[in-house]
């Protein structure tokens, strides 16, 4: 199976622009979970989507959104970005089920001027 | 609310020697408890998870309620073991809400 893929790689944006970030689950994968890694932070849980719904949501201002398609692939988009916003977002899918192994995409490195 | 504490950001051993990465938790249910694992230059990945109760690459976890511990343990490490580890907790059934440690990295020295 192909792994979890994660578009762009890499982006460059200034501060009060907006993103959106896309991941691309493996195949049969209904779950995909969001993380912001950063130095200083760690491993941060956004959100997590199943079947198109959010079900769990972290401690992150409403600047952070999510959605989730019918064929399992979700987007991230990031609003009026500030300098903090610099950081590698990494995507999960799994099955959906109680104690999933999760697998991650190689992330996307965001870097706001 | 769930919280992971790896006291250590560094821990650095010789090859041969026995290891241990301590994880402790904090959760008022019943959690789930993962290793995740990444090498240089790889992705971030699954090592062991404590219902699996199986050892892989050496390495074992025993999930300790009583001391809320999820301790990572190998007792002969190797150069290859050299990598960043975080232990992470997920609420259990349906609840894919993952909570990750600062993590530590292990340096395996020859």
């Known amino acids: 199976k192909a792994g979890v893929t994660q578009t762009p790689r890499y982006l460059i944006k200034t501060r009060g622009q907006q993103v959106t970030l896309s991941c691309s689950p493996i195949?049969?994968?209904?779950?995909v979970s969001w993380y912001q890694q950063t130095p200083g932070q760690g491993l941060q849980f956004l959100f997590e989507?199943?079947?198109?719904?959010?079900?769990n949501k972290g401690n992150f201002p409403g600047r952070f959104s999510g959605r989730q398609f019918s064929n399992s692939r979700s987007e991230m988009n990031v609003s009026t970005l500030e300098l903090g916003d610099s950081a590698l977002y990494l995507c999960?899918?799994?099955?959906?089920?109680?104690?999933?192994?999760?697998?991650f995409g190689p992330g996307t490195r965001l870097t706001v001027l | 609310a769930q919280r992971v504490t790896q006291p250590e950001k560094l821990l650095s051993v010789f090859k041969g020697a026995p290891v241990e990465l301590k994880c402790n938790y904090s959760y008022s249910g019943s959690p789930e408890l993962f290793w995740y694992v990444q090498y240089s230059r790889q992705r971030l990945q699954l090592l062991l998870r404590?219902?699996s109760r199986e050892s892989i690459k050496g390495f074992t976890a025993d999930l300790n309620k009583g001391e809320t511990s999820f301790h990572l343990k190998k007792p002969f490490a190797q150069e290859e073991d050299s990598a960043m580890y975080y232990c992470?907790?997920?609420?259990?059934?349906?609840?894919?809400?993952?909570?990750f440690g600062a993590g530590t990295r292990l340096t395996v020295k020859p």
């Open positions: 404590h219902i």
């Open positions: 992470a907790l997920s609420g259990g059934y349906n609840n894919n809400d993952m909570r």
């Open positions: 999960a899918s799994s099955l959906g089920l109680a104690a999933d192994t999760q697998y």
């Open positions: 989507y199943f079947s198109e719904t959010q079900r």
């Open positions: 195949s049969g994968h209904r779950s």
